[in-house]
């Protein structure tokens, strides 16, 4: 499967954007998906992400309340809104995917296989 993350831009505090990941060569159907992010001087960090085995939903506390992660089948899109957000959301975000199941309650770069260039999204006033 091929991502393709769109929907960065610069924004101001308290501002919102939806990012975008469209999946080609695969299908993102009964997949797990995720969104990362990499703040400058920081790790890649997983943010958001849905179990293929039962559909549970992983927030960072640092997002909870903020964003929503989603996706559409039937455009074979996966989507990350983000509300409220903070200087220090400022990074480039990916997203991925992958057909195993995730561990429950994980959110870990490792148990994915598929993963889009990155977006960037700048917050400041």
């Known amino acids: 499967v091929q991502l393709q993350a769109s929907g960065g831009g610069s924004v101001r505090p308290g501002g919102s954007l939806t990012l975008s990941c469209a999946a080609s060569g695969g299908t993102l159907d009964n997949n797990a998906i995720g969104w990362f992010r990499h703040a400058p001087g920081q790790s890649r960090e997983g943010i958001s992400c849905i179990s293929s085995s039962d559909g549970s939903t992983y927030y960072a506390d640092a997002v909870k309340g903020r964003f929503t992660i989603s996706r559409d089948n039937a455009k074979n899109t996966m989507y990350l809104k983000m509300n409220s957000l903070k200087h220090e959301d400022t990074a480039v975000y990916y997203c991925?995917?992958?057909?195993?199941?995730?561990?429950?309650?994980?959110?870990?770069?490792?148990?994915?296989?598929?993963w889009g260039q990155g977006t960037l999204v700048t917050v400041s006033s």
């Open positions: 991925a995917t992958d057909p195993f199941p995730l561990r429950p309650g994980t959110c870990w770069m490792a148990d994915f296989g598929s």
